[in-house]
């Protein structure tokens, strides 16, 4: 499993972050999702086998937001 940091823009409530939440967590090979609206970002773990984190980016970008490139995060498990 890999765990990445995608920067959004565009995000402005908290129903804005359960949108990303549930596209992201739709995605096949993805396991864990959160959601940070106040850092403006979302941690995704997934399997890189199954998906590229290109794949989340254009998910995100796709309701209409704007992701930029993840960063690979420190692996740990999101509560």
Do not use: Q, W
Not at 20 to 33: M, N, P, R
């Amino acid at each position: 499993m890999k765990t990445v940091i995608i920067p959004i823009e565009g995000m402005s409530c908290s129903a804005c972050a359960a949108r990303v939440k549930k596209a992201l967590t739709s995605i096949d090979g993805v396991s864990e999702v959160e959601v940070n609206l106040a850092d403006r970002n979302a941690r995704v773990r997934f399997a890189p086998s199954k998906l590229s984190s290109d794949r989340l980016v254009g998910a995100v970008n796709g309701l209409g937001y704007h992701a930029s490139a993840p960063a690979e995060a420190a692996s740990k498990e999101i509560k």
